[in-house]
Nanobody, 120 residues
Framework: EVQLVESGGGMVQPGGSLTLSCAAF????????MSWVRQAPGKGPEWVSH????????YYADSVKGRFTISRDNAKNTMYLQMNSLTPEDTAVYYC?????????????WGQGTQVTVSS
């Protein structure tokens, strides 16, 4: 069964830090580009960060650049998001997304999300 499982969410005060994890099951993780996408209540999804299948290339939304760090460990089939200097605007459900780097396959998977709440 294909599955993406996010973990590490919770409530922190502004300025705090959290590390999110996304564990992948049932597919060839090392061939998939990965992203973190978040959605705040009443808002549409916002792309947060991206890392290519080999971990060589990373990209960040302007809103998180310099504060968040995306990484992956292909041997563990896991992707991470280190979040520092959190603000209330970072409050959202964070989802991990996997999309095959092999374009002809056209496969894409989503996790269930993990809640991040930044509040004093």
């Amino acid at each position: 069964e294909v599955q993406l499982v996010e973990s590490g969410g919770g409530m922190v005060q502004p300025g705090g830090s959290l590390t999110l994890s996304c564990a992948a099951f049932g597919f060839n993780f090392s061939t998939y580009d990965m992203s973190w996408v978040r959605q705040a209540p009443g808002k549409g999804p916002e792309w947060v960060s991206h890392i290519n299948y080999a971990g060589a290339n990373t990209y960040y939304a302007d809103s998180v650049k310099g504060r968040f760090t995306i990484s992956r460990d292909n041997a563990k089939n896991t992707m991470y998001l280190q979040m520092n200097s959190l603000t209330p605007e970072d409050t959202a459900v964070y989802y991990c997304n996997a999309k095959t780097s092999i374009s002809v396959e056209g496969r894409e998977y989503w996790g269930q999300g993990t809640q991040v709440t930044v509040s004093s």
